[in-house]
Nanobody
Framework: QVQLVESGGGLVQPGGSLKLSCAAS????????MVWNRQVPGKEYESVAQ????????TYADSVKGRFTISRDNSKSTVFLQMNSLRPEDTAVYYC?????????WGQGTQVTVSS
């Protein structure tokens, strides 16, 4: 059974930082591309950051470039999202998603709230 468990969300003031983690089990982690998505209620999912087979194969949404960093630790089957200089508009539920092109799995989501 495949499981993705996110953690690290919470309430932070504007300008602050959070680090999200997504631990995977039940899959051969290194075979998957990892994606962090976010969703504000009533809006479409936004793909925030993606990481491929190695740490240098990363892409970011324009809205988070220079502030967010995605990384992975294949030995721990975990993907991370370091979020710095957070803004109120970053408030959303953040989901990790893994895909190998044929199969996709989603985590349950973790709430990030940026507010003073």
């Amino acid at each position: 059974q495949v499981q993705l468990v996110e953690s690290g969300g919470g309430l932070v003031q504007p300008g602050g930082s959070l680090k999200l983690s997504c631990a995977a089990s039940g899959v051969i982690f290194r075979d998957f591309v990892m994606v962090w998505n976010r969703q504000v209620p009533g809006k479409e999912y936004e793909s925030v950051a993606q990481i491929g087979w190695s740490d240098d194969a990363t892409t970011y949404a324009d809205s988070v470039k220079g502030r967010f960093t995605i990384s992975r630790d294949n030995s721990k089957s975990t993907v991370f999202l370091q979020m710095n200089s957070l803004r109120p508009e970053d408030t959303a539920v953040y989901y990790c998603k893994i895909t190998n092109g044929a199969t996709t799995y989603w985590g349950q989501g973790t709430q990030v709230t940026v507010s003073s």
